[in-house]
């Protein structure tokens, strides 16, 4: 009856920690992405070896089909998006599935990557 409730099977977007995230990434298992805009980057730095694409750009600069598409990114290289809050890249990482991305992770916001002792750099 409530069907639509339930959970659809295949890849979905999971949460990581922080510090999940950080050791991750600097093993080289793990592509980081900030969506957040140019300004917030600017106001707070960016998670150390980050990608920066804003969410508007994102279809153009993750979908595998695009030829803008950023180096470094592949469907088959898991990838944890964060912004400032963590709505942001929620939505992102979804966008990122439907683009065929298999392994994507949501790590919320900067201040949780700085938590996970994730260095910042500035803009």
């Known amino acids: ?9 295949g890849p979905r977007v999971e949460r990581i920690a922080g510090a999940d995230a ?5 093993k080289g298992d793990l592509v980081v992405i900030d969506v957040r805009d140019i300004n917030e980057l600017r106001a707070t730095g960016k998670a150390r070896g980050a990608l920066h694409i804003p ?7 993750a979908d595998p089909a695009s030829d803008e598409r950023m180096a470094g990114l592949s469907v088959d290289k898991p990838v944890a998006l964060y912004c400032a809050s963590g709505a942001r890249s929620q939505a992102a990482a979804t ?7 298999t392994q994507v992770y949501n790590i919320g916001g900067l201040s949780d990557w700085k938590a996970g002792g994730g260095l910042v750099n500035p803009a």
């Open 55 to 61: 969410l508007m750009l994102l279809k153009t600069k």
């Open 1 to 9: 009856m409530f069907s639509f409730l339930k959970a659809s099977p």
């Open 22 to 26: 950080v050791a991750r990434a600097q």
């Open 95 to 101: 966008m990122m599935l439907q683009m065929g991305y």
